[in-house]
């Protein structure tokens, strides 16, 4: 079979499994920001000498997060496959997926974020303070100062994901990666292996190019 009849023949799979790695990543995204964010800023704060000092907690959280990222993401996602079927009732699919990549992605962005707030100038963060401004209001004109690495971490977490969910096509997860694990590669099709690989570089120079273009306009807004 030609290969523009296999891609025709395989058209609604490749197109469904894009449609859940999409699913996948953006529900991780927004799943890991959520408590990302909070974990980042907190791991900022924490540090000695900073706004809200306090060493133990610090350590706590960093060793929490060092501990979870350590974890090969195919043996996390192993891992947490009891985790997925008590909360969504199945360990396959996209829905069960997303599950080990929030859990995943949630202390590799948290780390991104506090690398952004640490970039931001001291001395500002002193006048803040020093103005007369609650310690809630520093953080939120931090959050608003480190925007533009806050979008760069993002992105960079998003393309992370996109090859995490690839590798849970190993194990069920379903998208491009299952498609290209059971088409392509234990079926022998390798033109369907090379249709699903383009398809996720398409994807990341997409999230890629964005996300360079939003850190852009961040700075300019600065």
Not at 37 to 51: F, K, N
Request: some cysteine.
């Amino acid at each position: 079979m030609a290969l523009s009849d296999r891609i025709a023949y395989n058209y609604d799979q490749i197109s469904q499994a894009t449609y859940d790695t999409l699913y996948m990543v953006a529900l991780s995204t927004i799943v890991a920001t959520l408590f990302g964010l909070p974990l980042g800023i907190a791991l900022s704060v924490t540090r000695q000498g900073r706004i809200c000092p306090h060493p133990t907690l610090n350590a706590i959280l960093g060793s929490i997060v060092n501990i979870v990222r350590s974890f090969p993401f195919i043996i996390l996602i192993i891992l947490l496959l009891p985790l997925s079927r008590a909360l969504v009732g199945t360990s396959i699919g996209a829905t069960a997926a997303v599950i080990p990549l929030s859990i995943a992605a949630i202390p590799f962005i948290a780390r991104l974020f506090e690398g952004a707030f640490e970039e931001i100038d001291k001395g500002l963060i002193e006048a803040t303070l020093s103005m007369g401004a609650s310690k809630w209001r520093t953080m939120t004109m931090m959050v608003a100062e480190a925007k533009p690495g806050l979008i760069n971490a993002t992105t960079i977490t998003i393309i992370g994901l996109i090859g995490y969910s690839a590798m849970g096509g190993a194990v069920g997860a379903g998208g491009l990666g299952d498609v290209a694990i059971r088409l392509g590669f234990q079926a022998y099709q390798g033109d369907i292996l090379l249709v699903t690989s383009l398809v996720i570089i398409v994807l990341v120079q997409f999230v890629q190019g964005l996300g360079d273009t939003l850190v852009a306009k961040a700075r300019k807004m600065r």
